[in-house]
């Protein structure tokens, strides 16, 4: 049986961090950092048992940070061009080495990072790493291929140049980039030079780009004439897509099992149809998923592109938020797998993950319970990957106030700092919950047997998928509003899912199964079944064929709760009609 993926992510800088006491804006020295060897064999363990079979590791490549490591030849960033102390692991400095904040040893720092994509194997855990395909870090400098050598800076637009170039302009900072406050005593007396100006990385093509803008990194040449009406020049291959593809090629040989790729709409789907082709020839099982925002795109990725993922943010996310913080109809999931025409297989789905305010903040739903019902649709809706995002699955509210990321409900990327409720289940390096509440305890066991379902159960990461609201429209006996409910199935075995979206009430309901669906699933020569619940153990059922076309099935789910039932058939010599 092909098992379901299932991605755990986490922020290496931040998971082995043993600091409780931190502070907003806190050096590397005073607040500490999550090193490669606090990934311990019993750690990686622990993560495989929760059901996980890839770890994507964000913040692995070398990105720009205040912390110097000038003594071990890598050059100090400009501080006012970094966004916290920590600076974003989407700021790439150097593609072809790794963090020195996660080293033991600065010295043999890829080292470390190889050890622990060998002891994540031998865990049964495949690596998944962050390629950043858009942009670099303002200062960025590599021994191999380096960006912009070659360039030709009189030029706006030439498409072997590496850059974007606003000839006779200096680049300016924003003027209110206020954590810079902080630091002021710390900044150097030469100020950032960049003449001519480069454009920055979310496509701003002036020399003065906004503090919300992505002002830190200049923006690649992939061979598009932005201001000619995004003209492509692809013939001859541009010099950015062979730097490109050496690149992924370099991180594939290093047994990286995958790539998640970042703003993956803002490079032309030309260059990943030609780049992952190439990669996949000599790295056949090797996965890209691309973070993409428009759906328009979606189709043209995957066959295109040749992704084999995508996220589904626009789609599921937005939608179950939208259930549980704006109190929108629970059946408005059933257009989400509409408008995908097909490709639902290559979606992947989360309710986490790091640009995302978490589940129990106070900002989304205030409460970790809010998982059940959401993780569950997340998680089996269809045959694609779930992911859930480091400290998720212990209830991780984020709020506290970090640095340059504020208090916003989002783990912080950019500073120094600490995951207190995901330290508790670290419970100083043994990995075993030790400090974890009962509640806690709960909801990390409701995770481990969601995602050990995903992996088990053939209908889950194999089987079709059948929407049961069009059949269920009598709100008297089914709130559709607030319930959801579909089957999954393969030839082998049948799962009826239902979920209740209401944060109050329980509600007694009866759903009916149509003949068709029994049709699709291939039961319709058998009259009686059972049905038995498998996530909580919690109730069996017994029902009979004509009593599920015309009456339905009837019962009762508590607040903010999901149901998985596995349809038991009778034995062969007593099950025909």
């Known amino acids: 049986m092909n098992k379901k993926i299932t991605i755990y992510q986490v922020l290496p800088r931040l998971f082995g961090n043993t600091k ?8 590397l020295q005073e607040n500490g950092v999550g090193k490669f060897e606090d990934f311990t064999p019993k750690a990686l363990q622990s993560i495989r048992d929760l059901g996980i079979t890839h770890i994507w590791y964000t913040g692995i490549i070398q990105h720009a940070k205040t912390t110097s490591y000038e003594t071990f030849g890598i050059p100090d960033d400009h501080p006012t061009l970094i966004k916290g102390r920590a600076g974003s692991p989407y700021a790439i400095k150097n593609y072809y080495d790794v963090d020195p904040d996660l080293a033991i040893d600065v010295n043999k720092r890829m080292g470390e990072f190889m050890a622990l994509i060998d ?18 870090f303002r200062q960025y400098k590599s021994h191999k291929n380096n960006f912009g050598d070659n360039d030709d800076v009189t030029k706006a637009f030439d498409a072997q140049n590496n850059f974007y170039y606003l000839p006779g302009q200096e680049f300016e900072l924003p003027e209110d980039i206020n954590w810079l406050e902080e630091i002021k005593n710390e900044l150097p007396k030469t100020p950032y030079k960049e003449i001519p100006a480069k454009v920055t990385g979310n496509d701003q093509f002036t020399n003065h780009p906004g503090r919300n803008d992505w002002y830190e990194t200049i923006k690649l040449n992939y061979g598009v004439d932005y201001e000619n009406n995004k003209a492509c020049h692809f013939d001859p291959v541009p010099d950015t897509w062979n730097k490109m593809l050496d690149i992924l090629l370099f991180w594939a040989g290093k047994n990286v099992d995958g790539f998640r790729c970042d703003m993956a709409e803002m490079v032309p789907v030309e260059f990943w149809g030609w780049a ?3 990669v996949k020839d000599a790295f056949p099982e090797i996965l890209f998923i691309a973070e993409i925002y428009n759906p328009f795109e979606y189709h043209n990725y995957i066959k295109r592109g040749g992704f084999d993922f995508i996220y589904d943010k626009i789609g599921l996310y937005d939608t179950l938020k939208n259930i549980l913080v704006k109190n929108i109809s629970a059946r408005t999931i059933t257009n989400c797998w509409q408008v995908l025409d097909g490709i639902d297989a290559h979606m992947l789905r989360f309710i986490e993950n790091h640009d995302e305010i978490r589940l129990a903040s106070a900002a989304f739903a205030g409460d970790p319970k809010a998982a059940i019902p959401a993780m569950t649709v997340s998680a089996t809706l269809n045959t694609g990957p779930a992911m859930i995002y480091f400290g998720q699955e212990v209830g ?25 409720e995901h330290q508790k289940w670290m419970n100083d390096g043994k990995f075993d919950g030790g400090k974890l509440s009962a509640d806690q305890h709960k909801l990390r066991q409701f995770y481990q047997k969601l995602l050990h379902l995903c992996q088990r159960n053939e209908a889950i990461s194999q089987g079709r ?17 607030k319930i959801y409910s579909y089957l999954r199935f393969t030839q082998n075995q049948q799962l009826l899912f239902v979920v209740n979206f209401d944060r109050h009430n329980t509600k007694k309901l009866t759903i009916k199964i149509p003949e068709h669906a029994f049709g699709e699933m291939g039961l319709n020569n058998i009259h009686n079944f059972q049905i038995k619940e498998l996530l909580w153990n919690k109730i069996d059922l017994n029902f009979s064929r004509d009593q599920v076309f015309e009456q339905g099935i009837e019962m009762e789910i508590g607040p903010w709760d999901a149901y998985i039932f596995e349809v038991v058939k009778p034995p062969r010599a007593s099950s025909q009609a």
């Open 119 to 136: 002891r994540a194997h031998e865990s049964g855990l495949k690596t998944i790493i962050d390629f950043v395909p858009n942009h670099v």
């Open 465 to 481: 998928f059948y929407d049961l609201m069009w059949a269920n429209t009598d709100d008297l006996i089914f709130d559709r509003d």
């Open 396 to 420: 991780e509210p984020a709020q506290e106030a970090s640095g340059f990321s504020g208090n916003n409900g989002r783990t912080t990327i950019y500073d120094y700092f600490h995951v207190p």
């Open 276 to 278: 992952i082709k190439q």
């Open 20 to 27: 409780t006491n931190c502070k907003p804006y806190g050096t």
